[in-house]
């Protein structure tokens, strides 16, 4: 529903609604620790199944990045890139627990941490 807060998967839930109306599928529980080792790769499962995965360096704007917050663990985080992946003015858009949806610089930090993107198709 607009106008209520979301984290980064609903952003992005929000967008697939916007321009294709259903979602293909409910979602399953998740848990919002992105410390979280060894458990199974939800996220990038349910992505490529119902997104076009592509090389990252491919990534152009309107893309989904995907990041893994630590080394080892499950990720957990989703963006949608503004500009295409290699461009200096690179930002993407997301959100997160206890924060707004926000606009943020795909600064080295971001671009270490991401580890798949995808398009809508």
Known sequence: MKGVGCDCVGLIRGVWRE??????????SYSPD??????????????????????????????VLVFRMKAGAVAKHAAILLHDFGD?????????WGHAV?????????????????RFS
């Open 102 to 118: 926000v606009a943020s610089w795909l600064k080295p930090f971001w671009q270490k941490q991401a580890v798949a993107a995808f």
């Open 34 to 63: 992105w410390a979280e080792v060894g458990g199974r790769e939800v996220l990038l499962e349910g992505m490529a199944q119902h997104f076009r995965t592509i090389p990252l360096t491919a990534a152009q704007a309107g893309d």
């Open 88 to 96: 200096p003015r690179a930002q993407i858009i997301h959100a997160y």
């Open 19 to 28: 321009l294709y109306s259903n979602e293909p599928m409910a979602l399953p």
